[in-house]
């Protein structure tokens, strides 16, 4: 283009005959990617042929045709969004500057996937002669990127199903249930347990990314007031808390509106930032959840006094499998997925997480979220769930029961011994119990015994969950194998959903 010799404002038509124009138009000719001109009346000044193609326009007929109307084969939210770009552009070209994102999209046309990149023509006084907008066909990168993610996927999948058994007969076998075992055979089974804890927490996560990245996790949305949201957080992680001796401390603003989201969703975000808080800070810490109300916006704050995060690291631990060099974290057992995961799910929910921390004193995680407005239809849906107790010594069994039963739609708590089930089952409200009968403090008999001696929590039925027999409604249950038992959910979900049911 021979910007030179065109009258200011304007950009010269490809049709008119310039010396330079020839040699620029072959150049742009033989170019793959797609390149497309308007000036500032929106008129098409030039194209290339791999535009035409991609647009499936003929070249000669689109010069000087308003470029909107170029976008007829494209997806509606694909010229959705493309025309957002433009429209933006148009209103502040110089914004491309500092916010190169914005102009940059990926739409479908028919089976072709199309990343359209615009940026305003911009003379070097800085005068505005329109949008240049260059489209490259990435379907086979999409296609490549979709068949990894299927991949993880699958192989995650199958994954899951041995280490499920593996970790079931191991869990037995430390439970002496196959016979005594002496000291040195408890360590080694104890070091295969960990191992296959930490695996099926790597297998999880992958699992949970993969879906998430190819689109196949659908928020479940619904009006979430925080409130409920950070204590279900707290409750799950409060074990790990005390068994470390760590101070938690809760601040809820109980005038903060309510967000649109998936509330397992946004248990699972606060969870994940409260666990990381649990797990970088030393034993005697503290650690503090509150939660505010901006202009327009809730805000979640989970600070810790544990061993901080350097500058370096803060701009990486939100990328998949970074996990910090500090000697501290080497020790703690974990993926470096965790963070990544819950960053694109507070994205999902158009929210922003980050981070600030002092290297020694501690880090406090910040997310925000749009307040939901319309609060007018929230009174049926914010109807209390039905809140399930699982007791369960085995901490990954526990959160294992506890996950499936919240993406049931249930409310679950965690107790990992008697006495923290008899003490949680009298400060909260609950509407049923599981109840393992192997607990490392009490029997299993004497947490119901007391259960039911107390008038407070007499009436809340118990589903008793025997090692050696598949989790049956009420007390009994046969004695059936025990890999049926241990990890048959769905059945275990069941019986639950039916004594709730009666
Ligand atoms: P993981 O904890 O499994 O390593 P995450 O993605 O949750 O994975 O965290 C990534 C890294 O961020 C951690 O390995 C650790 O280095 C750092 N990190 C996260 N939370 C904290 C925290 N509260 N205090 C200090 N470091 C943290």
Redesign the pocket.
Same mark, same amino acid.
Do not use: E
């Given at each position: 283009m021979d910007l030179a010799s065109s009258p200011p404002g304007t950009l010269p038509a490809d049709h008119r005959p310039s010396p330079a124009a020839a040699v620029e138009r072959a150049v742009l000719a033989s170019i793959v990617d797609g390149v497309l001109v308007n000036d500032v009346t929106e008129r098409v000044t030039l194209l290339n042929e791999a535009a035409a193609q991609f647009l499936q326009i003929e070249r000669r007929t689109a010069v000087g045709r308003p470029v909107r109307t170029l976008f007829d084969s494209f997806s509606a939210r694909g010229r959705l969004t493309l025309e957002g770009a433009m429209d933006r552009l148009f209103a502040d070209p110089y914004s491309a500057q500092y916010a190169e994102g914005i102009t940059e999209t990926i739409v479908e046309i028919g089976a072709r996937v199309i990343q359209a990149h615009l940026s305003p023509v911009l003379t070097e006084v800085g005068e505005f002669l329109g949008l240049v907008t260059v489209l490259r066909d990435v379907t086979r990168e999409v296609e490549s990127e979709r068949a990894k993610t299927d991949f993880v996927s699958n192989v995650s999948h199958e994954l899951r199903t041995p280490l499920t058994a593996i970790k079931g007969y191991t869990d037995l076998v430390i439970r002496q249930a196959a016979g005594p075992l002496n000291e040195q055979q408890m360590n080694f089974l104890q070091v295969v347990q960990t191992n296959a804890d930490r695996l099926t927490t790597l297998i999880n996560e992958l699992l949970d990314i993969s879906r998430i990245e190819s689109g196949r996790v659908k928020l479940d949305t619904q009006t979430v007031f925080l409130q409920g949201t950070i204590e279900t957080a707290v409750e799950m992680v409060r074990p790990y808390c005390d068994q470390r001796r760590q101070q938690m401390v809760v601040e809820l603003d109980p005038e903060a509106g309510p967000v649109l989201g998936d509330e397992n969703r946004l248990v699972q975000v606060v969870g994940?930032l409260l666990s990381?808080?649990s /797990?970088?800070t030393p034993e005697d810490g503290r650690i503090k959840v509150s939660l505010s109300q901006l202009e327009g916006f809730v805000r979640v704050d989970v600070s810790?006094t544990?061993?901080?995060?350097s500058p370096e690291?803060q701009a990486k631990?939100f990328q998949r499998f970074? /996990?910090?060099e500090?000697p501290a974290?080497q020790l703690v057992a974990?993926?470096?997925?965790?963070?990544?995961i819950t960053k694109m799910l507070v994205e999902m929910h158009a929210g922003r997480v980050w981070v600030e921390s002092e290297p020694g004193h501690g880090?406090t995680?910040t997310v925000v979220l749009p307040v939901h407005a319309g609060t007018a239809e929230v009174g049926p849906q914010i109807s209390p769930r039905q809140r399930v107790l699982v007791v369960e010594d085995n901490r990954e069994i526990a959160e294992q029961i506890a996950l499936q039963l919240r993406g049931e739609g249930f409310d679950a708590l965690v107790a990992l011994t008697g006495a923290q089930a008899l003490a949680l089952a009298r400060a909260e409200r609950v509407d049923l119990v599981t109840l393992d009968m192997l607990l490392p403090d009490l029997t299993g008999m004497e947490v119901l015994r007391q259960l039911k001696a107390d008038p407070e929590t007499a009436s809340v039925p118990v589903i008793v969950v025997s090692v050696m027999s598949p989790p049956a409604p009420g007390q009994g249950g046969s004695a059936g194998g025990y890999g049926e038992r241990s990890f048959a959910l769905e059945k275990f979900v069941e019986s639950v959903r039916e004594a709730l049911a009666r």
């Open positions: 994940n990381n808080a /797990r970088y810790d544990g061993i901080g995060i690291d631990i970074y /996990r910090s500090h974290v974990g993926t470096g997925l965790g963070l990544s880090s995680f």
